[in-house]
């Protein structure tokens, strides 16, 4: 037992360590970094709101510790989710939500709008990231996907699934195209198809295989549905086609369920 | 008469000069084909031109519908810079995970997070571990009924969602306030040890404190459970996890 209690009170103590002593060093040596960013061109934003409310973490439970008038000018430093972090002209830094500033004015005069995750961005996206849960011929799958939008319809798709199963385990690298068919409709229906590497751990059924990595193809439907600001629910049904190196191919059948966001 | 023709005589060479005089000064005004055309030519031509394009003007307004007086004020072209986006975060982290009948053992691994929203958070883990002595092994010193051998490494992955609750800040001093979060997650994986992979399912939950906007150091405990029929029945087991870490924010 007492490796076990060693190492508990080991790993206790470097944690202590850490959050006590580590957590302010690291604050202090971490403020040039913070301004260093001075030297970076920044967006310039003027309050068009009668106030902007300024909080001290990119949040709506952190708490408002400056207010900031119409006609103040910004400097929005980066972006956390959907808050920004600013610093006004009197060099006074907090985080205002983006929505706050949706219809500030640029110097120019004109307005400044902010990509929101939204209904809007559901249709039209650049990028895609998902997990997902399903089963692939009796096994468990889990599955991670991410996409590029070509376009509002049609997404270039990367994914890395592993199934685990009791008769066979093993891992799937493919890339494939998805069209959207109504990319505006909340519930969409899509088709997609690709190929990749399919590999093969361990087959009950088949203790020696030799070959264990073989190229697959697939080709499925499914439909995708908008829940609220970036998030989306995802299934799909594929049919797999292995085309192994002994005298059959296999056909796999592949269902799963997920959660994705896009951004 | 002789007094006439004098006069006549006298007068005629005064004649013939005026008369001359007359003549050539008409001179200019002709037009002399072998002498300073061009010019001549060019003088008269430009202001028929000005002339046509005048009329042409005049058309075209008679033609338009009467214009809106439009202001001739330049707008100012502003570059407008990027703003620089950190929703990823990515660090090591060093803990224990106890895996059943294995004892509990130091682990250690890397987590990736991408944050979502100020509330949800998706996050990937990879970890290792070396097991433990069963307990067998542990009365029965050099016998290896598993057949284990070297194969004692546990590597492990999850592919979790969070939420974050309870934001708020920490206090250290007078001076230094660093903002913190509790966090819940859960999600699946794979756990591979003793030559097989295993789906796995984990939930836990932890708290984060950024030392910096770009910094963060967290603590959290999980569940990762999993089927095992090493031991010939197949069963649940529950492995708790307990680490802590450090990421950056880009």
Redesign the interface.
Known sequence: MR??VE??GR?AC??AA???V???V??VA??P??SARDNE????LFVAAPYLDLR????????VTQVIARGESLD??????????VRTTRGIEGWAAARDLQGAL???GSKFT?EL?DRSGYQTHGWE?G?F?GDFDGA?L?S?YGARSVNDNLKVELSAS?Y?GEQR?GYMVEAGVTHVFAPEWRFSPFVTFGGGLFRV??DAQRPNLVDRTDQSAYAGLGARFYLT???FLRGEYKERIVFTSRNDNEELKEWKVG?A?F? | MESRSRVLLLTRPLAVAAVALVGLSGCASLKWPWWGRGETEAAEAAPTVVQSAEQAEAAEAAAAPPRVIEPEVE????K????????FEVGPW???LSVEDF????AYGIKAA???????F?E?NLGRTTL?KTSFELLNPGSDPLNLGDERRLTYYS?S?GY?F????VF??RN????S?FYVLG????VEFAG????SVNFGAGYR???????T?H?DVQDRLFESDIFGTNKLTNNLE?R?G?TA?F
């Not at chain 1, 430093?77 to 808050?83: K, M, N, P, S, V």
């Not at chain 2, 999600?187 to 794979?190: L, P």
Request: proline content about 6%; glycine content about 12%; charged content about 20%.
């Open positions: 490796p076990i190492t508990i790993a470097t944690l850490v959050f006590c580590a957590g302010p690291l604050a971490a403020d970094a913070g061109k920044l967006l310039q001290t973490g990119p949040g709506r439970g952190y708490p929005v430093i980066f972006r956390r989710t959907d808050y920004l972090k640029l110097a120019d902010l995750g990231l997990a849960a468990n889990v991670f592993q685990l385990s751990d361990k600001r970036r998030f959660l966001f951004f | 707008r100012r072209t502003i407008r810079n990027k703003i620089d986006t950190e929703n060093y803990g224990v004892g509990t053992n130091p991408y944050h979502i929203t100020e509330d949800f998706f990937g433990g592919l969602f974050n309870l934001p708020g800040e250290i001093g230094l306030a660093m903002n979060a999600g699946i994986g794979s097989d992979n295993k789906f404190v950024l030392p910096a906007d770009w910094l150091l603590i307990a802590i450090v924010f």
